[in-house]
């Protein structure tokens, strides 16, 4: 039997394993896709504490990666299926068999969120993209669009004007939602375009994206837009589904813990993205996944 069982290795992850194996824990941390969540295609990083001059976000997860693998984390490529959080026994079942652990500490991030309008699954792909920096070199002297106006959306539209020739920001609301420092910034590029009260009602495109109709909603009037590109940054959705409804969510879907992290179920913690909190950053992720490691520790001492 494992002391605990970590799901996810973003920021959160890696840095309970980290504090597990350092507090002796019998450790076993899964990840489906590649170690470092979404940070990962974070262009550059100019918030994380010690690095003065910022950080391209691949460099600052494979730091991270190689720091966990360093103390003994095995990172296994398995997706998790399902997990049970009943008695003192949990139990994680993979795409490879069950295991069972005195504790589980669910780090498994989140995914951003879809417009949910016509043409965006079609075009996904082929034009309609969630990572700027994974896809904004195919659109080199063409016109894009960013779609959100929180930290993401700016961030991601400051970094695509270094490819297409026009960058056109488009907000439901009157004012960005983003840090002032990024608020700045965009509001000198002169490849920014900022379309105000207005959101995306349809995408537009064959085999690839001609363009997007968008709705004013102060008067409720329709325009086209011509864009070979669409980049969606309204929100995230926490990765819970393996969970079956076993703990308890806010309204949108994340997990409820306490101080301790802990969860609604005794010996299951969570930390990162798919915790309910005020702010999902690299630095917060990080804190909450040395707390929930930390409260793992205790928990398994208390148990005997």
């Not at 004012?175 to 965009?186: D, V």
């Not at 537009?204 to 864009?227: A, F, Q």
């Not at 930390?271 to 398994?300: E, M, N, P």
Request: net charge neutral.
């Amino acid at each position: 039997m494992e002391d605990t069982i970590i799901i996810g290795a973003g920021p959160a992850g890696l840095t309970a394993g980290i504090y597990a194996v350092r507090a002796g824990l019998k450790t076993r941390l899964f990840e489906k896709a590649a170690p470092g969540g979404q940070a990962i295609n974070t262009d550059w990083i100019e918030n994380y504490p010690g690095f003065p001059e910022g950080i391209a976000g691949f460099e600052l997860m494979d730091r991270m990666r190689k720091q966990a693998e360093f103390l003994g984390i095995n990172i296994e490529n398995e997706e998790v299926k399902e997990i049970s959080v009943k008695g003192n026994t949990k139990k994680v079942k993979t795409n490879r068999g069950e295991i069972e652990t005195k504790t589980i500490v669910i780090c498994s991030g989140s995914t951003p969120r879809k417009l949910g309008i016509e043409g965006e699954d079609k075009l996904i792909g082929k034009g309609v993209s969630f990572c700027a920096t994974c896809d904004g070199p195919f659109f080199r002297g063409q016109e894009v669009a960013v779609i959100g106006g929180g930290d993401s959306a700016v961030q991601e539209a400051i970094y695509l004007t270094k490819f297409a020739r026009k960058v056109h920001l488009i907000h439901r609301r009157d004012k960005l939602r983003a840090a002032k420092l990024l608020q700045e910034r965009a509001f000198k590029q002169e490849k920014i375009n900022f379309i105000w009260n207005t959101v995306p009602v349809k995408i537009v495109g064959k085999d690839g994206v001609e363009g997007l109709e968008l709705k004013n909603l102060r008067d409720e009037t329709i325009s086209y837009l011509p864009v070979k590109g669409v980049f969606v940054f309204i929100g995230l959705i926490p990765n819970t589904s393996f969970l079956n409804n076993q703990l308890k969510t806010d309204e949108s879907g994340f997990l409820i813990t306490d101080s301790e992290m802990q969860t609604s179920a005794k010996g299951v913690f969570a930390a990162g993205d798919v915790r309910s909190k005020l702010l999902r950053q690299i630095s917060t992720a990080v804190g909450d996944g040395a707390i929930a490691s930390f409260s793992a520790a205790r928990y398994i001492e208390e148990m005997q």
